[in-house]
């Protein structure tokens, strides 16, 4: 069964193999992401943080929820040398970079404490699994940054990989601040696969932000597989990614 909603400005999709998700399991879903969207957008003018933004109300002052992410993205920064910050150039808090994941992994726990041990969960291209469908590995396509209504690649995600988060330019534009200087050699998507949504959510963007030399610097450093796209055209990926494209049934 495969149900669909709209949340935090995208499409969610939960399927589920061989049983129903009913209207509860739907809003409890659903209520995931609508706590954090009240809270952490910044295209709500009555969330916390846009009251932070406008200066109504000092990041002191804010509630524990918002310290605890702004706490966690501050560590993804460091941990990144900067590749991934919460800070926009001007200087606003914006934790949209970690927040989707945040709001993914706690709908993921919605379904497990509703007793779905298997399904997919995919928030605009960004997915969380559990357990596995009855062909063994979920089948997950990755848009073609060119052509967003074609499928570039599908991957198998199976245990322990149990996310993949994709992070690129051509839908949105250039959202994300670079660290190095504009080349043809830019990453314009990346996708990252890795054991929980979090890490794959939060290094997708920090790869797309420091290109090439932190691609390098996160493959070392963390238990992930990674495909990205460059401004010409060009394709990579990690050892990893290949054998998933190449597990796909």
């Given at each position: 069964m495969i149900v669909t909603l709209e949340t935090m400005g995208t499409v969610a999709s939960i399927e589920v193999p061989g049983a129903s998700v009913g209207a509860g399991d739907v809003a409890a879903v659903r209520g995931a992401f609508d706590r954090l969207e009240e809270t952490f957008s910044l295209y709500r003018d009555d969330s916390e943080l846009s009251r932070i933004a406008r200066g109504e109300q000092?990041?002191?002052?804010?509630?524990?929820?918002?310290?605890?992410?702004?706490?966690?993205?501050?560590?993804?920064r460091s941990a990144t040398g900067g590749a991934f910050t919460p800070h926009r150039p001007d200087g606003v808090i914006d934790l949209d970079g970690i927040v989707k994941a945040i709001a993914i992994r706690d709908a993921g726990v919605e379904l497990i404490d509703r007793g779905?041990?298997?399904?997919?969960?995919?928030?605009?291209?960004?997915?969380?699994?559990?357990?596995t469908p009855d062909s063994g590995a979920w089948q997950i396509g990755i848009v073609d940054p060119v052509d967003r209504t074609s499928i570039l690649c599908v991957v198998a995600?199976?245990?322990?990989?149990?996310?993949?988060?994709?992070?690129?330019?051509?839908?949105?534009?250039e959202h994300v601040w670079r660290t190095q200087a504009d080349s043809d050699r830019d990453f314009v998507q990346v996708s990252v696969a890795a054991d929980d949504i979090i890490t794959a959510d939060v290094l997708a963007t920090a790869i797309l932000s420091g290109g090439e030399a932190f691609r390098d610097i996160a493959t070392a450093n963390w238990d992930i597989d990674v495909l990205t796209v460059t401004r010409s055209g060009e394709?990579?990926?990690?050892?990893?990614?290949?054998?998933?494209?190449?597990?796909?049934?």
């Open positions: 000092l990041l002191t002052q804010s509630s524990p929820a918002v310290r605890s992410v702004y706490d966690r993205a501050l560590e993804w779905f041990d298997r399904w997919c969960l995919n928030v605009g291209g960004d997915v969380q699994v559990a357990g995600l199976s245990e322990p990989r149990r996310a993949i988060a994709t992070s690129g330019v051509m839908e949105r534009g394709l990579s990926m990690t050892p990893g990614m290949r054998n998933a494209l190449a597990a796909r049934t």
